[in-house]
Each structure stands twice: as structure tokens, then as C-alpha cells.
């Protein structure tokens, strides 16, 4: 058996701490409890992440940097904006559909007050790439709108897709996620 590298041993920590946190939050969040689901000891989490603060802003800063990159590419195809959309939601759709998670930075933004500046920082990044992202789709339906009223309309569906996973979540009940998405449809705020 070949001995872990320091980035196995990172990337086992970065792993069993986004699975607590999409699970319980960011509060819920110890060196201890990950040492040991890791198989280390917790010296070991704080030579990879010096503060829980670390841990937490480089979880948000991945999560932010995948989402980013797997948007972008949606954004590559001639497709119209309801065929972004039916993408996006279902990426918030999965996240309930493994265990109840909820989507990592919605659930660290509701312990927003408790974060550290670092990890405020990078959950206010992960809102402002959605935001912006959206405003891209909602041009292909709308291209003669203002950019200020399609960044208004991107943060209310970002919202409102936040929010239907969390009411989902707290349900524990993915098919509200799906009834209130096709709501959403059916009302208009999602193309």
C-alpha cells in the first residue's frame, strides 16, 4: 500500500468537510471529527488549513471555481436560455438528491454572521458569479433588457432557487424542490 501524499491527505480533508457542511453547516465543522473520518490526527488539519476559517474559505473558493467552470461551459452552447436553466436548477436538485445536502454556500450563508471575513468573502463570490451568470442566460431571453434589470431578475431567481431547496431540505421532500421550480416556470421567473 503506497503512503498518501500531503495533497491526497488535503484533498480526503477537503472532501469529508464539504460532505459536513452541506450536511450540517459550517458550524459543524471539526478538526477533530474530520481527523478522524480521514484516519489522521487533527496536528495533521491544521498543518493543511492553520483555522477553521481556511478550511472553510478554501471549501468555498473550490465550490465557487467548479460552478464557475461547469456554468461557463453551459454557456458555450448555442442553447436557449430554458435549456440553461433546466441545467442550473438541476445542480441544486442533485445536491438534495445526495442524502438532503443542501448547496454548500447556501448553507454556510445562513450562518453568515458566525463566518469568518475569509469565508464571508468567498460566499459573497460564489452569490455574485450565480447572479452574473444568470443575467448571461436571462439575455439570450431577453436581449433588450437593461443590464440592471437583468441582474435584478438573476438575484431573484437565484433566491428564489435557494430558497425552494431549502424549504425541500427542511421537508425532506425533493419533490416540493421540483413543483416549486415548475411554478417558478409557469409564473415566469424562470425562462
Not at 452552447?77 to 442550473?88: L, N, R, V
Not at 433588450?144 to 421537508?171: K, N, P, T, W, Y
Request: aromatic letters at 8%.
Amino acid at each position: 500500500m503506497m503512503a498518501k501524499t500531503k495533497t491526497d491527505m488535503r484533498e480526503a480533508i477537503m472532501t469529508a468537510a464539504r460532505s459536513t457542511v452541506q450536511s450540517h453547516g459550517y458550524n459543524a465543522l471539526s478538526f477533530r471529527e474530520l481527523a478522524k473520518e480521514v484516519g489522521i490526527k487533527s496536528a495533521s488539519v491544521h498543518y493543511h488549513f492553520p483555522t477553521k476559517g481556511d478550511l472553510g474559505a478554501a471549501l468555498a473558493r473550490r465550490y465557487t471555481e467548479e460552478g464557475a467552470a461547469y456554468l461557463a461551459e453551459l454557456l458555450t452552447t448555442p442553447e436557449d436560455a430554458s435549456w440553461c436553466m433546466d441545467k442550473y436548477t438541476a445542480i441544486f436538485r442533485s445536491a438534495l438528491a445526495n442524502d438532503n445536502r443542501m448547496c454548500l454556500c447556501g448553507i454556510m450563508s445562513a450562518e453568515f454572521d458566525d463566518l469568518p471575513t475569509e469565508v464571508r468573502t468567498e460566499i459573497d463570490r460564489f452569490a455574485a458569479m450565480n447572479v452574473g451568470w444568470l443575467a448571461k442566460v436571462l439575455s439570450r431571453a431577453k436581449p433588450s433588457a437593461s443590464d440592471q434589470d437583468l441582474e435584478e431578475h438573476a438575484m431573484a431567481i437565484f433566491a428564489a432557487i435557494e430558497g425552494a431547496q431549502l424549504v425541500a431540505r427542511g421537508c425532506r421532500d425533493i419533490g416540493i424542490y421540483d413543483r416549486t421550480i415548475r411554478s417558478y416556470r409557469a409564473a415566469g421567473l424562470i425562462p
